[in-house]
């Protein structure tokens, strides 16, 4: 629920600075964010974590085997991550921060129905319910905002 909160408070901020600041566009936005993110969480992830990385580097090249299919896998992933949010600022740049955020939960829903149908995860009854509630939710809010037609102009066509 916090990480929802946040990256709704992201896109509201970050559509009023694209508003604001009209000489930036949603990718020199998301490159400016990732640089002052990069500045301020590095000490902070340093010190959180920084003495389980070596660990962790092992366990990863273990478990993977092979070290150049781990870095291969790195770098692919960091690839599609840098992709998605490139993408993501550049869609911001056209929609509002509302229904942004619709189309980002109703893409956590289709990640997880995929996950279930190509891997056979489990779906617990309150993972179904929560899916079930995103669903019905973007239903009522596309339902919500399409745009009728006035009663004037009906008539004036008759």
Same mark, same amino acid.
């Given at each position: 629920? +916090? /990480?929802?909160?946040?990256?709704? @408070?992201? &896109?509201?901020? %970050?559509?009023?600075? !694209? ?56 770098? +692919? /992933?960091?690839?599609?991550?840098? @992709?998605? &949010?490139?993408? %993501?600022?550049?869609? !911001? ?66």
């Amino acid at each position: 629920m +916090i /990480s929802n909160v946040g990256f709704v @408070l992201r &896109n509201i901020f %970050s559509k009023r600075s !694209l508003q604001n600041f009209k000489e930036v566009d949603g990718l020199n936005m998301y490159g400016w964010i990732t640089i002052l993110s990069f500045i301020y969480l590095f000490p902070v992830a340093v010190f959180v974590e920084g003495s389980q990385w070596v660990a962790g580097y092992h366990k990863a090249l273990g478990t993977i085997g092979n070290p150049n299919t781990f870095y291969l896998w790195v770098l +692919i /992933s960091g690839i599609f991550y840098h @992709l998605y &949010n490139q993408s %993501s600022y550049q869609a !911001l740049d056209d929609i509002s921060p509302l229904t942004f955020s619709v189309g980002n939960t109703m893409k956590r829903v289709v990640v997880i129905v995929a996950t279930v149908l190509v891997f056979r995860n489990p779906v617990r009854p309150l993972n179904a319910l929560g899916s079930a509630i995103a669903i019905f939710g973007t239903f009522l809010y596309s339902q919500a905002t399409v745009k009728k037609p006035k009663k004037e102009a009906v008539e004036k066509k008759d």
